[in-house]
């Protein structure tokens, strides 16, 4: 089941008939406080640290580095080594194929 199908599109509210044994009250209490737009755009991905929501690998490189913490004053970003927790971000991308 998917959230569209819990949305009763003629009033613009949240509908639970059809799931009505499947969450507890208080999930359901949860759900009713997110809103839900009025203009039925359909979904995308957005990246939530860039203005308009596209990824740049600049952000993602000021992502990693803010989940390392600090760093020192004399420390210069490009130098920086990288822990393995950032490593594993970047080695979550699908590898190219090198030129031939």
Avoid at 46 to 70: M, Q
Wanted: proline letters at 6%; hydrophobic letters at 35%; glycine letters at 8%.
């Amino acid at each position: 089941m998917t959230v569209e199908e819990v949305i009763d599109h003629d009033t613009g509210a949240w509908n639970f008939e059809s799931i009505e044994g499947l969450l507890s009250d208080s999930k359901k209490q949860a759900i009713r406080l997110v809103p839900i737009s009025l203009r039925f755009a359909g979904d995308r991905l957005i990246w939530p640290l860039e203005k308009f929501g596209s990824y740049s690998v600049k952000s993602g490189y000021h992502w990693i580095n803010r989940l390392a913490g600090p760093r020192t004053i004399n420390q210069a970003s490009t130098s920086s080594p990288m822990t393995d927790l950032q490593w594993g971000h970047w080695g979550r991308a699908t590898p190219r194929k090198p030129w031939k």
